[in-house]
């Protein structure tokens, strides 16, 4: 895949990047990491690449670090996006609501839908089209965190599987929280909601599947659900919902590599999906 946070020597801000092709059902996953050091390279980058609207949402923000988080998911979608869009990133235009999903702006979408979320050095980047999507990152630091979380919110039968899990390490209260996260943000609804309402059932070989029916007004359609691991041990959620008679997910594609529906447990352990239409 190409360059995630674009390089002025690769192709440069006002040059179209490689395109990218986004087939019917299919799902991109980007990953990536920004290091210390090269961390306020990435910054300037991409305040260079704000539009209007993002830049007063840029100002609006206090504190030093959410504004350095703002400007690196935003030079990423920037330079993702254009290479779907077929143009350049600085072209790319973005809404900054604060509480809401950003989203393309203008008739030149392709009907794409994306989500972005952080954790510490890590950004993720979901993209499709034609359906609504969410994706959530946690890192094992949080471990704990989610283990509280899950007694005090989780439905009794999660809660149940997080105690049969807790002492070993398996980040599995962190799965399930990045589950609801990405369900949450797909629908656009809250997390506090999607807490103790979405129950899902999480076995240890990632295999997940709905434990209760989805949410209201999202019961007819096609969820896909996947969660996983990446190297550093930071997990990840991912929500994809589609209306009735939509396409699944038949790939995904994470980072630079292409895993097909069927062969992706081999190759990023144990990430597996679960789809279900419901009438």
């Not at 395109?19 to 990536?32: D, R």
């Not at 609006?60 to 330079?79: V, Y």
């Not at 962190?174 to 589950?179: C, E, F, K």
């Not at 309402?197 to 599947?209: A, E, I």
Request: proline share 5%.
């Amino acid at each position: 895949m190409g360059n995630v946070f674009g390089n002025r020597t690769a192709y440069g801000y006002n040059a179209e990047p490689p395109s990218q092709t986004l087939s019917p059902g299919h799902v991109h996953i980007w990953i990536a990491s920004t290091g210390k050091s090269d961390r306020k390279q990435i910054i300037e980058n991409a305040h260079s690449l704000l539009n209007l609207v993002e830049r007063e949402r840029l100002q609006s923000i206090r504190s030093s670090t959410a504004r350095d988080r703002f400007l690196i998911g935003r030079g990423m979608l920037h330079n993702v996006l254009a290479q779907y869009m077929g143009t350049t990133p600085g072209s790319v235009r973005l809404s900054a609501i604060p509480g809401e999903k950003p989203r393309i702006v203008g008739v030149n979408s392709a009907n794409i839908d994306f989500n972005l979320s952080h954790c510490g050095d890590t950004i993720a980047c979901a993209i499709t089209r034609d359906a609504q999507l969410g994706i959530d990152v946690i890192s094992p630091n949080r471990n704990a965190a989610a283990d509280r979380i899950a007694r005090t919110f989780f439905p009794e039968q999660e809660q149940r599987s997080v105690a049969r899990q807790i002492g070993q390490n398996s980040g599995h209260a962190r799965r399930l929280l990045a589950l609801k996260e990405s369900i949450a943000k797909a629908i656009g609804g809250s997390i506090w909601d999607t807490l103790s309402s979405v129950d899902l059932d999480l076995d240890p070989f990632g295999n997940v599947r709905w434990a209760s029916t989805p949410p209201k007004q999202f019961h007819e359609g096609q969820w896909s659900l996947a969660v996983g691991d990446l190297s550093d041990k930071t997990v990840f959620g991912f929500a994809r919902y589609c209306k009735a008679n939509g396409l699944q997910p038949q790939t995904i594609k994470l980072s630079s590599s292409v895993f097909v529906l069927g062969e992706i447990a081999q190759r990023v352990a144990p990430v597996r999906f679960f789809s279900s239409v419901f009438d």
